[in-house]
């Protein structure tokens, strides 16, 4: 059994017995000759199953500890071909603090298909249980929460699933199964946008989900297919292509992550830095809302656009981009305030983000 | 594109404001990979931020099929599959579908095994008899779904009366449009408001890329499909984008010669004594060829027919030496598909039965070979087959 840094790195290495290439060929053919009728080689369609998508599905499975992966067109497509497998009637339990996405897609889309969401803080196990009906069928937690960044125990989230039957799903995209595995804790599914850290480069939009037993994958497998939001043959390159140095990425996102997190909280116009002591994701509130603007068109280096996880550094403004679809009301009384960015630190010298995040904010003080 | 032109379909899939970049001047679209966008003011957001919400590889191929349905707004998926998926996130818990009873494997599977779980309800009816269509109407049908022609049995719907039928109970018709495409049929003009593709097809045409794609004409439909797109996310790859916008420029010719090389195979094969029946709207005697010339300028290059048993099947798969066996069709390769154990394998025995997609019944999706060479490999394999069966009758 290997580490996940060597199995990183050797993805896609061996798949391939004819010319012995170490980098995997991407299969763009939709369809596969078949030598007679009942005779399949194992791929018949490409939206059914596609060698080059075969490997990073492998890859994933195996990284997070599940049976079987499934490589969707986008995060997105990830929640949604899950929730697939539920129907009218059943009821999820959510964290309260979740990206927009999924928000949008549970209160504008599911819910109209009879399914409902109760969301709740997920750190107090106890806020758990009481949200539980008898129509509960899944909890689905982001940990670290986007973007207060609050860790939830997976292990006892876990525990009151199966006491209860129901499936845990994890989205662990911040963490990624370097940091975090959390079918390894119990949980049933875990999601990824893989757009962020897996692909790691800002150039790819896709998802990925891996179960956990036999019956979970079915199901997922099934809709994975019926639904059709599949990864491209190139995406799936282009992530396997990404994942390949995803450790040692990683390392680079976490040291720099922790020497801003210090600098921030040391910073006179800095009010608040939430950052878990582990991962590349921090979250910080500037003194007044009237500088947010200000201080994102006085950065030089650190682009200001949505998405996260790339070896560019990102501040994105929750308020307007990632929560956008998030009521006010809602959205404030769980603290994602208008003073709030979210800092997805990248691989760059941390002496160089520290001097551009230094400049930018103190020039704000002085331009007041 | 500075002037209005009205350029005709062929000379509209090379030139539009696609046909070269802004600021360099290539000739062919570039495929942006970034996911994300960099944002000048917290205020003001530019036309792109996130690669989900829109990519402009991606939009090159949304607005070139938009204009050659004539609609207002196109949108592409990540498989024909997604599209159709998307579209019916429109629908709510208790409304109804009203489809085409031979409608496409993973269509059919679609409505039955996952509609059904959210609460939509469904009745499938022979499309091409108006008096079955209206009986199967209820208070909530809010969808009329129709592929014409046919997957596989290539009947043909009237588009325009069932679009007329659909306005006057205040649903909505969608029309998947896969085995014609726009060079042979616009739906959007005969009064359809959702057009589907499986751009995997023909649209591309050369079985490397998975691609779906939504094309509607009202402002309203557009901003719900786009929304439903984003929030969804099963969007096209950037990469796949641009191949399929490569294999559009084809479009045209691929069309007109697979569609030649189908006529001159289904006269053939309907005049060999081995075949028992022959599926193709182009030929005269097809029940709705006058339906199917008045509101199409083309029959496809698909076509379906029936031997005279399972065994046969088997054999002629096994000796024809052109076409790949395989699902999928419109490629530059003839495609031969068996559709009980390929396309319409998640259909249970006995609704296949219902619908006439029999155990001895082939698909040929018609490519770029030469068609005599195809004609004289059919040919062939039905004599052996001829051949054995008699000698076997001998003994």
């Given amino acids: ?368 | 594109m500075t002037r209005e032109h009205n350029f005709s379909f062929e000379t509209k899939l090379l030139h539009n404001e696609h046909k070269y970049d802004p600021t360099n001047g290539a000739v062919s679209v570039p495929i942006q990979h970034a996911s994300t966008f960099h944002q000048h003011s917290v205020d003001e957001f530019g036309k792109y931020d996130y690669g989900r919400s829109a990519n402009p590889t991606r939009e090159a191929f949304e607005t070139v099929i938009a204009n050659l349905e004539e609609g207002t707004n196109g949108y592409a998926f990540s498989s024909g599959m997604a599209a159709i998926s998307t579209a019916f996130l429109l629908l709510s818990q208790g409304d109804h579908v009203v489809i085409t009873e031979d409608v496409y494997g993973g269509t059919y599977r679609m409505v039955t095994e996952v509609l059904s779980r959210f609460g939509i309800e469904h009745t499938f009816v022979d499309m091409t008899d108006l008096t079955a269509v209206k009986q199967a109407i209820r208070p909530n049908t809010k969808v009329f779904y129709v592929e014409t022609p046919s997957n596989p049995l290539l009947k043909v719907t009237d588009i325009r009366a069932i679009s007329d039928l659909a306005k006057s109970v205040g649903a909505l018709t969608f029309v998947d449009n896969t085995f014609l495409t726009p060079a042979l049929q616009k739906p959007l003009l005969l009064g359809a408001d959702v057009v589907l593709h499986s751009a995997t097809k023909f649209l591309s045409g050369h079985s490397d890329v998975v691609a779906g794609a939504i094309v509607v004409n009202d402002p309203d439909l557009a901003k719900q499909i786009g929304f439903l797109q984003n929030s969804f996310g099963a969007v096209l790859g950037v990469q796949d984008a641009w191949l399929v916008l490569r294999g559009i420029k084809t479009l045209s010719v691929r069309m007109d010669f697979s569609i030649k090389s189908a006529l001159q195979i289904a006269n053939f094969l309907q005049n060999h004594p081995s075949v028992k029946k022959v599926y193709y709207p182009g030929l005269t005697d097809h029940p709705q060829y006058k339906i199917q010339k008045e509101q199409s300028e083309g029959a496809g290059a698909v076509l379906s027919f029936e031997l005279e048993s399972e065994e046969a099947v088997k054999q002629f798969v096994e000796l024809t030496e052109i076409p790949v066996f395989a699902v999928s069709l419109g490629a530059v390769e003839s495609i031969l598909s068996y559709p009980a154990k390929m396309s319409h394998a998640a259909m249970p025995i006995e609704h296949r039965l219902k619908r006439g997609i029999s155990q001895s019944l082939l698909r040929l999706s018609v490519g770029l070979e030469h068609p005599d060479d195809i004609i004289k490999d059919f040919s062939a394999a039905l004599e052996t087959i001829a051949a054995k069966n008699q000698g076997e009758i001998v003994r």
């Fill in chain 1, 1 to 368: 059994m290997y580490k996940n840094e060597t199995k990183v790195a050797q993805i896609g290495n061996r798949s391939e017995t004819q010319t012995g290439t170490v980098n995997p060929p991407v299969y763009f053919s939709t369809a596969y000759r078949h030598e007679g009728i009942g005779q399949s080689t194992g791929f018949d369609y490409i939206r059914t199953g596609n060698p080059t998508r075969k490997l990073v599905e492998a890859a994933i499975a195996d990284l997070e500890g599940g049976d079987q992966g499934f490589a969707c067109s986008s995060g997105m497509a990830a929640i949604t071909t899950i929730l697939a497998i539920f129907e009218s009637g059943d009821e999820w339990i959510v964290s309260r603090d979740l990206y927009g996405g999924t928000y949008r897609i549970l209160e504008q889309g599911f819910k109209k298909w009879g399914l409902s969401s109760t969301y709740v803080q997920t750190h107090d196990v106890s806020i758990i249980e009481q949200a539980i009906t008898e129509k509960t069928k899944a909890i689905f937690i982001e940990t670290p929460t986007n973007p207060l960044m609050e860790e939830t125990d997976i292990q006892a989230v876990a525990e009151l699933a199966k006491k209860y039957n129901i499936l845990l799903i994890v989205d662990n995209t911040f963490y990624t199964p370097l940091l975090q595995r959390p079918i390894e804790l119990g949980a049933d599914i875990v999601i990824h946008s893989a757009t962020k850290y897996l692909g790691g480069h800002n150039d790819v939009l896709a998802g990925l989900i891996v179960g956990k037993g036999k019956e979970v994958c079915e199901q997922l497998g099934f809709h994975h297919n019926s639904i059709g939001a599949v990864l491209s043959p190139f995406d799936s390159w282009l992530l396997i292509r990404g994942m390949k140095t995803l450790a040692l990425r990683m390392k680079q996102h976490e040291t720099n992550a922790r020497e801003l997190a210090s600098f921030l909280k040391t910073h006179e116009n800095v009010v608040d830095v939430l950052y878990p002591g582990r991962g590349g994701m921090l979250s910080f509130r500037i003194k007044k809302e009237e500088w947010v603007n200000s201080f994102l068109q006085n950065l030089n280096l650190i682009t200001f656009a949505e998405s996260l996880g790339g070896v560019e550094s990102f501040i994105t403004y929750p308020a307007t981009q990632t929560h956008a679809d998030i009521p006010e009301e809602v959205r404030f009384s769980i603290g994602v305030c208008n003073r709030l960015l979210r800092f997805s630190v990248g691989i760059e010298d941390v002496e160089d983000l520290i001097k551009d995040i230094d400049q930018a904010l103190t020039r704000l003080s002085s331009e007041a």
